[in-house]
């Protein structure tokens, strides 16, 4: 079937600024978290960062494990460049869906395997393991739906995978708040990761679940 052929229980249209203001952040801070993070396991000690400061240690943390950390964040940042073609069902972009399921199961049961290395002990290893889980059952969700050929169904799921997923990037600005604010706080990273990551990906899954319900059965497919 065309993408640009009316589907039952979907209406044409366009997301709303927030959204897209909301997604395309998420996007940028995402790569260029992904960025970093290659960069410095690539040259260590050239982060930017003094010996002893809290992105020093943070970057030892994941040097610890820099092959897992790879195997996670590399293909997470594909899947994440990957998400406006399947996001916009546009003629000639079944490739990224082909994609974006096998790319999304990587990206979570990498996600378990990173867990075993948690900065803000079992407060962010509790986050992970409930999001990943909600993230790939939305993944087998949409899944099972374009399997069917469920539409509605399908990009339902979707977009909840995928706002589940962006998440990590909504905790970055929350960390900052807790970097910048550290001097009064007195608060740790391992303190305040876990908080950050519990913060950060509820306010993407809480978001994305009030809009979807708003919306009832009139979803945008473009746009």
Known sequence: MSANAPVEGVA????PA??????????????????????????PGQGGSGGLSPTAALDAVFASHAALTLAHIVPAMAFVLLTPFVLMQR????WAERL????????GVTAYAMSAYPVGGWVERS???????????????????ARRGEALVKMRWMLRAIAI????????????????????THLEPA????????????INTIAIELWLRSRGNRLPVAG
């Open 12 to 15: 044409r249209g366009v997301y």
């Open 91 to 94: 003629d000639g972009a079944m």
């Open 100 to 107: 974006f399921f096998p790319l999304g199961a990587w990206v």
């Open 127 to 145: 986050a992970v393991l409930l999001f990943n889980s909600l993230f790939l059952f939305s993944l087998g969700m949409a899944f099972v739906a």
């Open 165 to 184: 997923l962006l998440g990590i990037a909504t905790t970055r600005p929350v960390m900052g708040v807790f970097f910048a604010t550290s001097r009064l």
């Open 191 to 202: 303190q305040f990761f876990g908080i950050a990551f519990w913060i950060g990906f509820s």
């Open 18 to 43: 927030w959204l897209k203001v909301g997604f395309w952040i998420c996007v940028v801070i995402a790569v260029a978290v992904v960025l970093r993070r290659v960069a410095v396991l690539a040259h």
